[in-house]
Nanobody
């Protein structure tokens, strides 16, 4: 059974930082494109950031550009999301996702492009 396990969420004040991790279990994801999505209460799950299997290509939602950084360590089979300058509107459950196919800037934002999802980790930014 393939699982994606997120960690690193929590409560942080406005302007603070958090680093999320996603560690797949059950298989290696070094050849998968990986992404982070978030879902706030009452809202649709939306794209945050994605990274190609090689780590060369990264894509970001406009709302997080310059504040969030996605990265991966294939040797550790782990994907990260460094979140800086956090705002109250960043409050959401953050989900890790994996895609078997190569994604582009336009396809990486599409939820159906991803084959595996984690259970999510809560991020709360207090003002």
């Amino acid at each position: 059974q393939v699982q994606l396990v997120e960690s690193g969420g929590g409560l942080v004040q406005v302007g603070g930082s958090l680093k999320l991790s996603c560690a797949p279990s059950g298989r290696t994801f070094s050849r998968y494109a990986m992404a982070w999505f978030c879902q706030a209460p009452g809202k649709e799950r939306e794209f945050v950031a994605a990274i190609s299997w090689s780590g060369i290509s990264t894509y970001y939602a406009e709302s997080v550009k310059g504040r969030f950084t996605i990265s991966r360590d294939n040797a550790k089979n782990t994907v990260y999301l460094q979140m800086n300058s956090l705002k109250p509107e960043d409050t959401a459950v953050y989900y890790c996702a994996a895609a078997r196919t190569t994604l582009s800037s336009s396809t990486s934002i599409v939820r159906s492009a991803y084959d595996y999802w984690g259970q999510g980790t809560q991020v709360t930014v207090s003002s």
